[in-house]
Nanobody, 127 residues
Framework: QVQLVESGGGLVQAGGSLRLSCAAS????????MGWFRQAPGKEREFVAC????????DYADSVKGRFTISRDNAKNSVYLQMDSLKPEDTAVYSC????????????????????WGQGTQVTVST
């Protein structure tokens, strides 16, 4: 079993930055791809970014490409999401998730492939 706890959310003005963290316990994450998803009020959950177990492969949603950076520190059993140039449309609850995959460079963008989820952290971007 893997427990995931997100932190770092908050209120920021448009154009600002936030860094989200996701700390895992219960199992080491080296063999898990890690993803960030978000859900805004009245909308479906959407993929934001993911990173392979090795950290060697990353993928981003087109809407955040060039503004967000996902990274991980397997020694600390943690994954991060650096969010720059934030926009009001980035407002959502952000959740991290872990997926046990077939290889160290495997990533996945579909939420149903993820095995474990955190509770989420609210990010609000004001105009």
């Amino acid at each position: 079993q893997v427990q995931l706890v997100e932190s770092g959310g908050g209120l920021v003005q448009a154009g600002g930055s936030l860094r989200l963290s996701c700390a895992a316990s219960g199992r080491t994450l080296n063999n898990y791809a890690m993803g960030w998803f978000r859900q805004a009020p009245g909308k479906e959950r959407e993929f934001v970014a993911c990173i392979s177990g090795s950290g060697g492969t990353v993928d981003y949603a087109d809407s955040v490409k060039g503004r967000f950076t996902i990274s991980r520190d397997n020694a600390k059993n943690s994954v991060y999401l650096q969010m720059d140039s934030l926009k009001p449309e980035d407002t959502a609850v952000y959740s991290c998730a872990a997926a046990r995959g077939p290889g160290a460079y495997w990533t996945v963008q579909t939420d149903y492939e993820y095995d474990y989820w955190g509770q989420g952290t609210q990010v609000t971007v004001s105009t």
